[in-house]
């Protein structure tokens, strides 16, 4: 959808995206690192939301994925 309308805004530098992970579903990043990854954070392990089950899963949440123009190739 960006690179659709982009044209049509060529100065276009910041988006806001509106919406929690309900509506707008957060991107699902592995955390890959063995020392001090999601899973070791204790913080929400009482909470049974989509973080607590996504950082006992080993990933973190992000909204990056959906509005870069110029994404970094990663893994």
Do not use: K
């Amino acid at each position: 959808m960006l690179n659709t309308i982009r044209p049509a805004f060529p100065n276009l530098q910041n988006i806001l995206i509106i919406g929690g992970d309900d509506m707008i579903p957060f991107r699902r990043v592995p955390d890959e690192v063995t020392i001090a990854n999601e899973s070791a954070y204790n913080a929400f392990t009482i909470a049974q939301t989509p973080l607590d089950a996504s950082l006992r899963e080993r990933y973190f949440l992000t909204d990056n994925y959906y509005a870069s123009f110029n994404p970094i190739p990663w893994a």
